[in-house]
T-cell receptor
Framework: AQKVTQAQTEISVVEKEDVTLDCVYE???????LFWYKQPPSGELVFLIR??????QNEISGRYSWNFQKSTSSFNFTITASQVVDSAVYFC??????????????FGTGTRLTIIP | DSGVTQTPKHLITATGQRVTLRCSPR?????VYWYQQSLDQGLQFLIQ???????AKGNILERFSAQQFPDLHSELNLSSLELGDSALYFC??????????FGEGSWLTVV
């Protein structure tokens, strides 16, 4: 069975600080996908990134970066120079790719990030 | 804007009633998913349809049912509602094997 663990329930940082959100996953599959979603106070789930298990290159998108380490089954998310608009709940999720067409997501419990102005 | 449209955005209903949530997937996406987000259960996968056929089932109660129509829109029917069914219900869609995009959700309050 798949499992995603986000051990940090809540994080508060002062604006402009860097912050890293941790994500650890468990799966028996060799092929899988990892995701991060953002849920702002308005409630919608916003897609941030999708990474497949064969691509361990780190990715950077503006102030966001992701560190995928298969050896430790982790897919951590760093926000550099945080801003108040980054305040949200962030979810890490895992999708199996072993059965093509069955891409249901297993979510972690989320990390509530508060950026203090 | 993800391109996934859900209606209604908010719904308040009484226990024992039945409601229908509607979802229009992104143009071209054949897969539709339904998820429930509640305070105690977190984000839970309910059910997936692909091109009109049920593809995968999660923790969906027997009081709940869904379908995907020929035009690919989907409906989630919730019946005999209980207080514990109050939650945010998400629809999502994807092109097979690719990123899953979520709608803005339907807030259901059962009183």
């Amino acid at each position: 069975a798949q499992k995603v663990t986000q051990a940090q329930t809540e994080i508060s940082v002062v604006e402009k600080e860097d912050v890293t959100l941790d994500c650890v996953y468990e799966t028996r599959d060799t092929t899988y996908y990892l995701f991060w979603y953002k849920q702002p106070p308005s409630g919608e789930l916003v897609f941030l990134i999708r990474r497949n298990s064969f691509d361990e290159q780190n990715e950077i998108s503006g102030r966001y970066s992701w560190n995928f380490q298969k050896s430790t089954s982790s897919f951590n998310f760093t926000i550099t120079a945080s801003q108040v608009v980054d305040s949200a709940v962030y979810f890490c999720a895992l999708s199996e790719a072993s059965n093509f067409g069955n891409e249901k997501l297993t979510f972690g419990t989320g990390t509530r990030l508060t950026i203090i102005p | 804007d993800s391109g996934v449209t859900q209606t209604p955005k908010h719904l308040i209903t009484a226990t024992g009633q039945r409601v229908t949530l509607r979802c229009s997937p992104r143009s071209g996406d054949l897969s539709v998913y339904w998820y429930q987000q509640s305070l105690d259960q977190g984000l839970q996968f309910l059910i997936q349809y692909y091109n009109g056929e049920e593809r995968a089932k999660g923790n969906i109660l027997e009081r709940f049912s869904a379908q995907q129509f020929p035009d690919l829109h989907s409906e989630l029917n919730l019946s005999s509602l209980e207080l514990g069914d109050s939650a945010l219900y998400f629809c999502a869609s994807s092109e097979q094997g690719y990123t899953i995009y979520f709608g803005e959700g339907s807030w259901l309050t059962v009183v």
